[in-house]
């Protein structure tokens, strides 16, 4: 194994092990070895929420357990977010992001907001457990191109559908690019209610925010 795949699986490890000081020191060790921030971030703390996300899902792991990985992974990422590049984008655009009601795992939410913005998107975060009026309001407030909703539980997926659908009583489905994200999110159920995107992970999600915008603003 190379030493880059090497210091990711063990980014990974750290947040699985709930080990913030491993995750801070390996976190600069990457820096130190020339590893893009960007990608130990997506490649290593990330794919170490999604091992634990899994744990959560098979009950191997706990809310006690959940919270502990997420502040290595934090931890993390407090160390590489300094180095990220912001890229210059064609298009200014605001996006409103948030876990829509019923859920409060933001952990992967928080994650996406943090890439959006080094992509220069200004994000307007409602945090979680948001009442579905408050992401098309909201929207509407600040003029914004597009709406990302996230969950982790089966159980409030339907609420992505009922945005789109306000959306639509409104008359004002057009005016936003909606996308959609969270641990049982696929493409097959984006295209069922209507998303315009759906991203399976942070990197993902900012490649797909602009492709979305940039496809509204030229249209």
């Known amino acids: 194994m190379g030493e880059k795949q090497e210091i990711l699986q063990q980014l990974a490890q750290a947040v699985v092990e709930m080990d913030e000081e491993a995750a801070v020191t390996v976190a600069e060790q990457a820096f130190r070895v020339g590893i893009d921030p960007y990608e130990a971030i997506t490649d290593g703390l990330s794919m170490g929420m999604g091992i634990v996300n899994e744990k959560f899902e098979n009950e191997e792991y706990f809310v006690p357990e959940i919270l502990l990985c997420a502040d290595a992974m934090y931890a993390g990422l407090e160390v590489l977010r300094p180095h990220l590049k912001i890229e210059a984008a064609s298009h200014h655009a605001r996006v409103v992001i948030g876990v829509v009601e019923g859920d409060t795992h933001d952990i992967g939410k928080n994650l996406v907001k943090m890439m959006l913005e080094t992509a220069a998107l200004e994000v307007y975060d409602l945090g979680r457990n948001v009442p579905l009026h408050d992401f098309v309001d909201k929207a509407l407030e600040i003029d914004a191109r597009m709406i990302c909703l996230s969950t982790l539980m089966t159980t409030t997926m339907d609420g992505m559908k009922k ?57």
């Open 163 to 219: 945005v789109i659908d306000i959306l639509e009583e409104k008359g004002i489905r057009d005016r936003f690019a909606v996308m959609v994200g969270g641990g049982p999110i696929s493409q097959t159920f984006a295209d069922s209610i209507g998303a315009d995107g759906y991203a399976a992970n942070a990197a993902a999600a900012v490649r797909k925010a602009n492709e979305l915008i940039e496809n509204m603003v030229t249209a």
